[in-house]
């Protein structure tokens, strides 16, 4: 996938995929009735990267967008109106360090959460409000944004991987929970 930044072949040959996901989106609402506020995008690493740069280009055929394991790899992301955005990032992650650089040199998670909180016009209250904390140790925290948005962040302990088996803290409960945690955003945060 070409998200900017990141990753592979894709990238390197500018392969246009924001655009043939939006051809798709078109297909499927000619084919039938679709509600732009309840299309969701997500995806891990190279996808949480793509649904960033997908909201950057067409935020008005967007509700929301659940990223894992990426930040924002396209400048400049202008989106034409707020979407509900929530980021999910593992503080041992050495492939996307929040701290920005690693394999791909990305941009630190604050700036990516600097560009949605701008283009949402959310409250910058990420400090200790609005903190909440989950039973396999994320911390995410989230704010209000215009039009009834809102940008969530959540860290989660563990590197770049989404909760699996094979992961040391891949218990049931811990698979469930980043999937979990993107349906309750959905559900709750990303619909207007």
């Not at 041992?92 to 630190?108: A, E, F, N």
Request: charge should be negative; aromatic fraction near 6%; charged fraction near 25%.
């Amino acid at each position: 996938l070409s998200a900017g930044d990141c990753c592979g072949e894709a990238a390197h040959s500018k392969i246009d995929d924001v655009g043939f996901l939006l051809a798709i989106l078109d297909d499927v609402r000619e084919r039938s009735c679709i509600d732009d506020d309840r299309v969701y995008l997500t995806g891990f690493s190279n996808g949480g990267f793509m649904s960033q740069a997908f909201a950057c280009a067409h935020a008005d055929r967007v509700g929301a967008i659940a990223s894992v394991g990426a930040v924002l790899g396209v400048r400049p992301c202008e989106p034409s109106e707020p979407v509900s955005v929530l980021l999910v990032n593992g503080v041992g992650d050495d492939v996307i360090p929040m701290d920005g650089g690693g394999p791909c040199r990305t941009r630190p998670l604050t700036e990516t959460l600097g560009v949605w909180r701008d283009a949402g016009h959310c409250e910058a209250r990420f400090g200790d409000a609005g903190v909440m904390r989950s039973p396999v140790g994320a911390t995410c925290r989230v704010e209000p944004c215009a039009e009834g948005r809102t940008l969530e962040a959540c860290t989660v302990p563990y590197a770049h991987v989404w909760m699996v088996r094979s992961h040391p803290a891949g218990d049931p409960p811990s698979q469930r929970q980043t999937a979990r945690e993107m349906l309750e955003f959905f559900d709750g945060y990303g619909v207007r």
